[in-house]
């Protein structure tokens, strides 16, 4: 079974760093991209970008482009999204989801991220 | 604003077939495949379509999609009080390079 599980809640304030997680299994970790998503309170869904485990090859939305940094390990089958300095307009919950032809197809469960002095 | 356009809101009876849009452009949906998804409140989304029209393993066959030009639709037939949550569609955009999703259509079964 595939499953993609996410690291818990996190509450932070401005300026601080934060590293979330996605641990993968059920499937060959480095053989599928892995997309990022957010979603801020009461909001849609926003498309932050993808990496493939494989190789690291990464593709960032030009709207998250310098704002975020993924990473994986392949030893652990683990996905990373992190910030080196968090804003109030970070709040939201993120969501990973592997990417399997033309749509994603597993989702991890969430993880809120909260950011407030 | 959302690349994609979808309406905000959508609703029918039970039993009633909803039909939910969502349009875009030559450098997405025209050129790339489309795919839906159900969300409820507190929830991860699921897959409903991939690829413009499949169903993943599980999904009822009352969802289905339909592509046309620049426009995709998911009909939802036999509506049922269950199928009431948000549903997004999403596609690659070639001049962004990246996935593009519309803005989410909350359906509502009277």
């Known amino acids: 079974e595939v499953q993609l599980v996410q690291s818990g809640a996190e509450v932070k304030k401005p300026g601080e760093s934060l590293k979330i997680s996605c641990k993968v299994s059920?499937?060959?970790?480095?053989?599928?991209?892995i997309g990022w998503v957010r979603q801020m309170p009461g909001k849609g869904l926003e498309w932050m970008g993808t990496?493939?485990?494989?190789?690291?090859?990464?593709r960032y939305s030009p709207s998250f482009q310098g704002q975020v940094t993924f990473s994986a390990d392949k030893s652990i089958t683990t996905a990373y999204l992190q910030w080196s300095s968090l804003k109030a307009s970070d709040t939201a919950m993120y969501y990973c989801?592997?990417?399997?032809?033309?749509?994603?197809?597993?989702w991890g469960q969430g993880t809120l991220v909260t950011v407030s002095s | 604003q959302s690349v994609l356009t979808q309406p905000p809101s959508a609703s029918g009876t039970p039993g009633q077939r909803v039909t939910i849009s969502c349009s875009g452009g030559?450098?997405?949906?025209?050129?790339?495949?489309v795919s839906w998804y159900q969300q409820f409140p507190g929830t991860a989304p699921k897959l409903l379509i991939y690829?413009?029209?499949q169903r993943p393993s599980g999904v009822p066959d009352r969802f289905s999609g339909s592509k046309s030009g620049t426009s995709a639709s998911l009909a939802i037939s036999g509506l049922r009080s269950e199928d009431e949550a948000d549903y997004y569609c999403?596609?690659?955009?070639?001049?962004?390079?990246?996935?593009?999703f519309g803005g989410g259509t909350k359906l509502t079964v009277l």
């Open positions: 989801a592997r990417q399997y032809s033309s749509g994603l197809d597993s």
């Open positions: 059920g499937y060959s970790f480095t053989n599928y991209w």
């Open positions: 990496i493939y485990p494989g190789d690291s090859d990464i």
């Open positions: 030559s450098s997405n949906i025209g050129s790339n495949s």
């Open positions: 690829t413009n029209n």
């Open positions: 999403a596609a690659w955009d070639v001049s962004l390079n990246g996935c593009v």
